[in-house]
C-alpha cells in the first residue's frame, strides 16, 4: 500500500517522478541471459537493481508475461516480490488494463491487487461503474484508469464528442463520483502533452500516469510545463528506453545512466516549480 | 482456426447457438472437488463432456484463472487443450477483454491466439485501431469487439452520442474499416435486447456474441427476434445458469440438462427462422 503522501514524498527525496515500465519482452532481453533459469526474472532484477535509486514506481506490462503463460506469470510473481521486498517504498503499478462486469472485475481486482500485491493497476473505462469501482475496494490501492491514452488509435474513440466534452474528459468527469485523487490515477499520454492544460481543469490534484516519453516521441519538458501541480501529480514512465538501451552484459549498467539522465532533467522540473531545492 | 461457414454448419447441426461460459471460480465449484489435483480443471472437463453435444462455444473468462496466478493458468491450459483434442469442431473464445498499445496488443495475440491456441478473444475497444488489428494477423482466428455490454455501467460511456451517433454506434462502424465478418464479432449484451435492431442496420452480417442471458435477466426471445440473421449470426451465452446450476455430485448432469433446455428453446427460435427443420 501507498499513500498520496508516501509518493509525494519518495519524489521529493529522489527528485524524481520516474517509472521504469517493465515492457521484459524475453526476445528482447540480453542473449547470455537466456542461460539463467528464468532469464526474464533475471533482467527485471538486474534493471531494478541499476535504477531503483531514482525511480519512484515499476510498471510491468502483464502482456509481456501472460504471453509466455505459466513461466511468464512465474516471472512476474517474483519480480515484484523482490521490488517488494527489497525496495518497499517503490510503487508498484500492474499495466493490465483490466475492466469486465462486477464479478468480473472482482476477481481480476483480487488477481493483481491481492494475489500479486500491486500497489496499482491500470484500468480500461469502455464498461463504466462497476467495472472500475471492483478494484476500489482495496484500501490503500490505487485504480490507474485510462483516459486520453498515447498512440494513435486514441483519436478513433476518445475524442468522440457529446455537447463540447470530449470523451476522454467525459472519463476524468464521471469517474470521481467512483474514486478520489486518494485512490485513483489516469493515465494521460505524453504525446498529447498539449491536452493537458485542459485535463489539469478538471483533475487538478490527481496523479497522472504519463507514458509516451522517448520511444513514442512524447516530451518530458511539455509534459511538466502543463502536467505538473503543486504535488508533481506526474509520474512518467519511461520503458524502452531504459531496458533496451543495450543488449549486451552492460545492460543494466546502461539502464541506470538512461535512468538517472531523466531524473536529472526531472530534478530541473522540480526544482523550476519549487517542489524541490 | 474456425471459419464462419464452419461456425454456421455447426450450428445448423447441432441445431443450438449456446456458448458454455467458463466462470469457474474456485469458490463456487463443488466442494467435492476440492480433492482433486487441478479442482478447476476436473470441473470444467466434467462441465465440458456433459454439454458439449449442444454447446457450439466454450468461454473461459480469464479473470476467473488469472486470480489464481501459476495455477489458474494451468488450470486454463489444460481446459483448452482438452476442449481442442476432444471436441475440435467447438469454438474456443477467450473473453480476456484486452486492448493496448500495438506492440503490447501483439503480445496479448500471442498469449491467447498462438500459446494457447484459443479461436478468439474479446477485445476492447477504447485504445482504438493499433490496440485492435494485432488480433486480426491471425489467420483463421477472431476479435470479439466489446460494443454495448451487458452490464449497467455499460450506460456511462456506451451511450455518448455525437452528432445522433453513440459511441458503441462508432465502434461498430469504425471497426468495419480494421476487420471484416469473417474475421471480427461485437458483444451485444441480451440485457439491451431491443438495441439489437438497429446494431443489426450497421452489422447485419456479423456474428454477435451475446452474454447477459440467465443470471443476467436477458431474454432469449428478444435476443433471437431483434438479432438474429439468416446465418443466425448470434452466439449466446449462458455461464452461471448452467456451470452453477447444482454444487453436489450431480452437478455436470444439471449442467447438462440445463444446456439441453437452452438448445431446446434455440432450436425453436432457429427452426422460426427456417433455418434448421
Known sequence: MMTYDQ??????????????????????????????????FAFNKAIVDATAEVAIAYKPNIAFYECRGV??????????????????????IADAKRGDIGNTSQMYAKAFLET??????????????????????YEG??????????????????????????LYERVLRKSQEWGNDRNM??????????????IRKIVPEHFLLVPGVGAQGGSLEEVAKYGMNNHCGLIVNSSRGIIFADKTENFARRAGEEARKLQADME???AGRGIVD
Open 7 to 40: 509518493l509525494f514524498e519518495q519524489i521529493k527525496k529522489k527528485k524524481s517522478f520516474l517509472c521504469v515500465g517493465l515492457d521484459s519482452d524475453i526476445a528482447k532481453i540480453p542473449s547470455h541471459l537466456l542461460e539463467e533459469e528464468d532469464p526474464v
Open 141 to 166: 490501492k490505487w485504480v490507474v484508469l485510462l483516459a486520453l491514452t498515447s498512440n494513435k488509435g486514441a483519436f478513433d474513440f476518445q475524442f468522440f464528442e457529446q455537447e463540447g466534452e470530449r
Open 71 to 92: 513461466e511468464g506469470w512465474r516471472s512476474l510473481e517474483k519480480t515484484v516480490a523482490y521490488i517488494k521486498e527489497n525496495y518497499p517504498e517503490i510503487f508498484t
Open 116 to 137: 500479486l500485491d500491486f500497489d496499482a493497476i491500470t484500468v480500461a473505462p469502455y464498461m463504466g461503474e462497476d467495472s472500475v469501482t471492483p478494484f476500489l475496494q
Open 185 to 198: 490515477m489516469y493515465v494521460v499520454g505524453a504525446t498529447k502533452a498539449d491536452m493537458l492544460e485542459g
Open 268 to 270: 530541473r522540473l522540480l
